[in-house]
T-cell receptor, first 111, second 113 residues
Framework: DAKTTQPPSMDCAEGRAANLPCNHS???????VYWYRQIHSQGPQYIIH???NNETNEMASLIITEDRKSSTLILPHATLRDTAVYYC????????????FGKGTRLSVIA | NAGVTQTPKFRILKIGQSMTLQCTQD?????MYWYRQDPGMGLKLIYY???????DKGEVPNGYNVSRSTTEDFPLRLELAAPSQTSVYFC????????????FGPGTRLTVT
């Protein structure tokens, strides 16, 4: 599975969009990009995933560059409850390899 | 659905003691996982199971054992607890591996002194 690189921390003002980048330059053509988040002391929570096209759900949007070497998770209107560690993970949809969590990005939403 | 439940929530063990961390899911998922998370670090996979009777090692299996006799339960056994096993342990389940969403339990905070 491709490895990912994320900034260790970011700040965002409450009500503004939070844009979390992820580099995955060695991603292969059939690997998906997944985002999970972990709010303090809780188990991780799935957010969104995508292959090539941009994706949106009730929680966030995922923008994947045309060459697929990087992506951005967007929380359109960040709230204090979005303060968490965000993990970008790349893996095959049908692969036998379970999720591999790196250190992620610690997002702090500031009032 | 209760989802993934874990017991106990907290536990303090003395060095050399043993214990079992319990994990149960009611979503009829085939795949189940055990992770540990040390302070300030990401999750590391200990063991996983693709179905009843089938288990496999993850990244950090030493010092742990698992069994999967039913679809619902996936207990994690610690033998001869060591301070290095002080961590938060998360159990998770998913319909399948690869891209399927994993559902996590609330975690068990274990301290070995």
């Amino acid at each position: 599975d491709a490895k990912t690189t994320q900034p260790p921390s970011m700040d965002c003002a409450e009500g503004r969009a939070a844009n979390l980048p992820c580099n995955h330059s060695t991603i292969s053509g059939n690997e998906y990009v997944y985002w999970y988040r972990q709010i303090h002391s809780q188990g991780p929570q799935y957010i969104i995933h995508g292959l090539k096209n941009n994706e949106t759900n009730e929680m966030a949007s995922l923008i994947i560059t045309e060459d697929r070497k990087s992506s951005t998770l967007i929380l359109p209107h960040a709230t204090l409850r979005d303060t968490a560690v965000y993990y970008c993970i790349v893996l095959l949809w049908t692969g036998n390899t379970p999720l591999v969590f790196g250190k992620g990005t610690r997002l702090s939403v500031i009032a | 659905n209760a989802g993934v439940t874990q017991t106990p929530k907290f536990r303090i063990l003395k060095i050399g003691q043993s214990m079992t961390l319990q994990c149960t899911q009611d979503m009829n998922h085939n795949y189940m996982y055990w992770y540990r998370q040390d302070p300030g670090m990401g999750l590391k996979l200990i063991y996983y199971s693709v179905g009843a009777g089938i288990t496999d090692k993850g990244e950090v299996p030493n010092g742990y054992n698992v069994s999967r006799s039913t679809t619902e339960d996936f207990p994690l056994r610690l033998e001869l607890a060591a301070p290095s096993q002080t961590s938060v342990y998360f159990c998770a389940s998913s319909y399948s591996t690869g891209g399927y969403e994993q559902y996590f339990g609330p975690g068990t905070r274990l301290t070995v002194t």
